[in-house]
């Protein structure tokens, strides 16, 4: 390096973006990613004691992959390397194996050589790493935001440790930007701003576990902020939301607001108005409402609401829900809103769900004495001579596999739980039992 590139590089660190300059150099400095790197955990014992195997660390943006890396980089007695997936080729490979090749040989040093966006090296170029990662020479640390075991190369996937990271909490993000604003050596101190707490609320919530988004918003904030009057910059709600560009809902997750927009979102879904619904929906989401508690709700609704009408909004909501657990935000918002369309076109009956209410008061309220003796077990000896199961008649062996006899206790006799309503699927149901009572 010469004397031209030394200053380049010092600029540089000064220069470089805020999230990039507070990027923590040691474990104790890391935040969030706890069930990985919790002090006792197995990476963490893996850093500290220097006995790293290839691992992939696989995440959302901004989580920490590259961090992890870096920490390690600095605690390690090992060569470290690192290449970027989308720049470098067999060329870069190759070079890098050759190099650490020597370096094992000359001085008896391992390389760990770490290839951000791993998932973008095609089967040939991952194929070109596999022996040296087999044989140890090279010491893989792979940075992915795709799933490794589908965008991976299996057989460096069965060689390597995977550790999956976390969208960081909004307590994670609202720590780091408290730092950011605190350190006066590579964060925003020197410039003494304040950030009112709606603001720092702002920020933690809507960054969306991604701390470089959050940390980039601060930086633009305490730069493009004009001191007051008493000469401080004071970062406010309206400047949080322009920096990071995402407009702030009045919408506190433990507050009314919450309350009030799902019970809304709920009572669009039964009132078959699927816009509001979308629309209530799409509030949630925005504002960070976790979308495990919306399907939740349409899974509740679906069959509270729907019912029997339409027995198959049950199943496209527990669907919708499955398919958010599998693929995630923000594309789980798509089978959300498939679930919420369609729950809230389906025709409508509560009929189950008042049957139930119905029977878990009476079983509260009315003592009952025994079941019929009809129905009770008869499969053990003895039962007969205690009259279980004498005159029970198999509705199978009869036409249209019914016969009528009494299934309810004495003390409920001609009581009606389930009344069948007009609407969609239901109006067959209610049809078939009357049919069956001889109703009709």
Do not use: W
């Not at 507070?22 to 500290?48: D, N, T, W």
């Not at 009956?349 to 077990?377: E, M, Q």
């Not at 006899?405 to 609407?423: C, H, I, K, R």
Request: one cysteine or more; hydrophobic letters at 40%.
């Amino acid at each position: 390096m010469d004397l031209f590139e030394y200053n380049r590089s010092l600029q540089g660190g000064k220069e470089a973006p805020l999230a990039a300059r507070l990027r923590p150099v040691s474990l104790e400095e890391f935040v969030g990613q706890e069930h990985i790197v919790g002090k006792g955990k197995l990476l963490y014992r893996a850093i500290k004691s220097d006995r790293l195997s290839s691992v992939i660390f696989y995440g959302p943006p901004g989580t920490g992959k590259t961090t992890l890396a870096k920490i390690i980089a600095n605690t390690t007695k090992s060569v470290f390397r690192q290449i970027n997936a989308t720049t470098a080729g067999i060329k870069d490979i190759k070079e890098t194996v050759e190099d650490a090749k020597a370096d094992l040989g000359m001085y008896g040093k391992k390389t760990i050589l770490f290839i951000d966006e791993i998932h973008r090296f095609n089967k040939t170029q991952q194929d070109a790493l596999l022996p040296h990662v087999e044989d140890g020479t090279i010491i893989l640390i792979g940075a992915t935001t795709e799933n490794p075991y589908f965008e991976v190369n299996k057989a460096l996937v069965s060689r390597s440790m995977i550790f999956e990271l976390h969208q960081l909490e909004e307590k994670h993000i609202k720590t780091l930007l408290t730092r950011a604003l605190a350190d006066t050596e590579k964060g925003m101190g020197a410039y003494h701003a304040v950030m009112e707490e709606d603001a720092l609320e702002f920020l933690g919530n809507t960054a969306n576990g991604d701390a470089r988004a959050a940390l980039n918003a601060l930086e633009l904030a305490v730069l493009t902020t004009e001191p007051d009057e008493k000469g401080e910059i004071r970062i406010t709600l309206e400047a949080a939301e322009e920096c990071i560009q995402k407009r702030a809902l009045n919408y506190d997750k433990d507050g009314d607001n919450h309350y009030d927009t799902i019970s809304a979102f709920i009572k669009s879904m039964r009132g078959s108005d699927p816009d509001a619904a979308l629309y209530y929906l799409a509030k949630m989401i925005y504002a960070g409402e976790d979308p495990k508690f919306i399907a939740r709700r349409v899974i509740i609704c679906a069959s509270e609401d729907v019912g029997n009408a339409d027995p198959h909004a049950l199943q496209v909501a527990v669907a919708a829900m499955e398919a958010v657990n599998f693929i995630g935000m923000p594309e789980g918002r798509i089978p959300l809103a498939q679930a919420v369309t369609y729950v809230a076109c389906a025709p409508k009956s509560n009929a189950a769900y008042l049957g139930i209410d119905k029977a878990l008061s009476d079983v509260r309220n009315i003592r009952i004495r025994t079941v019929p003796p009809h129905l009770k077990d008869a499969s053990y000896s003895g039962a007969e001579e205690l009259g279980h199961g004498i005159g029970y008649q198999y509705a199978h062996d009869f036409p249209g596999h019914y016969v009528k006899q009494q299934y309810l206790p004495d003390e409920l006799m001609g009581t009606v739980y389930y009344a069948p309503t007009d609407n969609g699927i239901e109006r067959r149901i209610k049809e078939h039992l009357k049919r069956l009572r001889g109703e009709l």
